[in-house]
DNA sequence: CCCAGCACGC
DNA sequence: GACGTACGTGCTGGGT
């Protein structure tokens, strides 16, 4: 075990790790006494100065403290450092205590120190196009600034460490948060190949196609006017086009011209397919297509995503500058994004993905005898709970009772109503009620389940998944129906979801581990919720998928199996 | 600069 | 009478 600690922070260039010249280092090692070393711009220098802490950086006997570590570890690993040790960070563990809360080093330190930290903002102006740089202030004005981050960070990791034990993450944070904070770093720094090309064929033809839509859209109206503002699309289909009676409206008055509403409305006018189409592909073009190539790294050549850890109620990774998470996959054009997302060149896309995790996770935490009972078989959950609801043998279930049994056990992790679904599967209430009446004989459990989460809610005030992971559920004794209604779907859904989401965290870690002591030079490149992906040198083909496999399903042992498909191919669409 | 509305993913 | 299935990020418009 450790007894030595290194707080540390670093002064960059940029808010973005991989663009990140150093500007200066903090340290800490005890608290209330802090240092600061500025570093020259002048790249040969600025290595000279960091060797001199290379020793200390790359100590496995020294626990590493941090604010935000991730970034201070790709920072360093642009100048030849590989931070080594024990982490422990300030963010993640605040963020596991009180997950909705803001995990931001100036607010933790008025909560915990009692301590108003000098703001960045009193350094180099408020954001915006006339903020300075770090690299153009002196270090006489930056090192007051800059040690203090270390020190408050040392501080409140002496605080937060009791807080950890008290509310019962200390597994969570040293087992699962902390050994995935250097995966994450690698995926990140390695980056995403892009075809830019095809997107650019892709992106001709796109906007070809949206000209002509948008000259029939106005011809339509008789006039021109801005498609992309729902108020003036609302104004043209309901106000001069009168194309339904009474219109739906939201909270603000406006009509609602949602791809849900317009979808019903597709027969009343030709108008509105033109308008649905004319918005995805706006979409389609805006964030990905003709966005995405301008976000590949000069330097790198790759897209480089950032992993948050720190931001979702439940346990989820979030993806963002750019979301890589939410990359279209569903109609033609989405496709063609996807296939611009390509391996290392020479390599193979390998996609590994959970089967039905959340439902798996939900027959364990409800120990619902039949649900178990269809997952062991290896039988077609969504078939087989139509078999049971619909009273017939699974091979004689049709198409349709198939889709709406699927719809109830989605809706059901995420607490659906009886309207909710009657409204998603268009049946009546009564219809819905049936349905979800016979789901609940069928799997009694599971219905349970749902109870004991809401009262453990309601005594405890909070729900928990499998790991221990907390949500807080505040509003679960709310007077106002629909809040406490959000707070029970919470109940229901927060440990679901939760629990997926440390089981593939912990096969993360175990992969990542794999490949290092198995000498794998292929790398893990995405993770999207419940789906891995990599970039995989062909002579690796079959050792990667059997520890990707083995690892993923692995990664903890329920009363279900878990069950990972997988592929490979030349881009992200072939291997999925 | 912020919010609403919308659309993409799981 | 309103509400009504979880979790995210990012774009544009429109008002401040």
């Not at 960070?89 to 108003?116: C, G, S, W």
């Not at 460490?161 to 200390?170: A, N, T, V, Y």
């Not at 409206?249 to 397919?273: M, P, R, W």
Request: charged share 25%; net charge negative.
């Amino acid at each position: 075990m450790t007894n030595e600690i290194l707080s540390l922070d670093t002064e960059t260039t940029s808010t973005s790790a991989i663009d990140a010249e150093l500007v200066g280092l903090s340290f800490a090692v005890k608290e209330f006494e802090a240092f600061y070393v500025p570093i020259p711009a002048e790249r040969e220098k600025a290595l000279q100065i960091v060797n001199i802490f290379k020793p200390a950086y790359e100590d496995p006997k020294i626990l590493k403290v941090g604010q935000n570590l991730k970034y201070d570890l790709e920072v360093l690993r642009n100048y030849n450092i590989q931070l080594q040790g024990p982490l422990w960070d300030t963010m993640i563990a605040h963020y596991l205590i009180q997950p909705e809360l803001r995990h931001n080093m100036d607010f933790m330190a008025e909560v915990y120190l009692n301590y108003k930290t000098i703001h960045i903002d009193e350094l180099i102006g408020p954001r915006g196009k006339n903020q300075r740089s770090m690299r153009d202030l002196s270090p006489t004005l930056v090192y007051e600034y800059a040690a203090e981050d270390a020190d408050v960070t040392l501080r409140l990791k002496n605080k937060l460490e009791p807080e950890l034990k008290k509310f019962e993450c200390e597994d969570l944070f040293y087992q699962i948060e902390m050994p995935l904070m250097p995966v994450l770093a690698e995926m990140e720094m390695s980056g995403v190949c892009l075809d830019t090309e095809s997107l650019k064929e892709t992106s001709t033809i796109l906007t070809n196609r949206l000209k002509d839509i948008e000259h029939h859209i106005y011809e339509q109206a008789g006039h021109s006017f801005n498609i992309a503002s729902p108020k003036q699309v609302g104004a043209v289909l309901f106000d001069e086009l009168k194309i339904v009676e009474k219109a739906k409206k939201t909270k603000t008055g406006q009509y609602v011209t949602s791809e849900e509403v317009l979808q019903q409305l597709k027969n009343k006018h030709e108008i509105v397919a033109d308008i649905l189409e004319y918005r995805g592909l706006t979409k389609l073009l805006g964030t990905y297509i003709d966005t995405l190539p301008q976000l590949v790294n000069p330097r790198t050549g790759h897209i480089h995503t950032s992993f948050n850890q720190t931001v979702t109620a439940t346990g989820r990774l979030s993806s963002s500058d750019p979301n890589l998470q939410n990359i279209p996959i569903r109609g033609e054009d989405g496709k063609e994004i996807r296939k611009a997302f390509v391996p290392e060149p020479g390599c193979l896309f390998f996609s590994a993905d959970y089967s039905q995790i959340e439902l798996r996770v939900m027959a364990h935490l409800s120990n619902d005898q039949e649900m178990i009972r269809v997952f062991n078989e290896g039988k077609d959950l969504h078939a087989a709970t139509a078999a049971n609801i619909y009273k017939k043998p699974i091979e004689k279930v049709t198409r349709d009772e198939r889709t709406k049994s699927k719809r109830a056990n989605f809706g059901i992790i995420y607490g659906i109503t009886v309207f909710g679904l009657a409204e998603r599967l268009s049946i009546s209430r009564d219809e819905a009620k049936q349905l979800i009446d016979g789901y609940f004989t069928t799997f009694p459990e599971v219905h349970d389940y749902m109870e004991k989460a809401k009262q453990t809610a309601r005594q405890k005030g909070y729900v928990t998944t499998l790991y221990g992971r907390r949500r807080y559920l505040p509003d679960i004794n709310s007077q106002n129906a629909t809040v406490r209604g959000f707070a029970e779907r919470n109940a229901i859904n927060a440990p679901i979801q939760g629990t997926a989401a440390d089981i593939i965290k912990v096969a993360m870690i175990r992969i990542h581990n794999r490949f290092k002591a198995e000498g794998i030079r292929s790398k893990m490149i995405l993770q999207v919720h419940d789906e891995l992906n990599f970039s995989v040198y062909p002579e690796e083909q079959g050792r990667v998928e059997a520890i990707v496999l083995e690892e993923m399903q692995n990664a903890i042992s329920l009363k279900v199996p878990l069950v990972a498909d997988s592929g490979f191919g030349k881009n992200w669409l072939e291997a999925h």
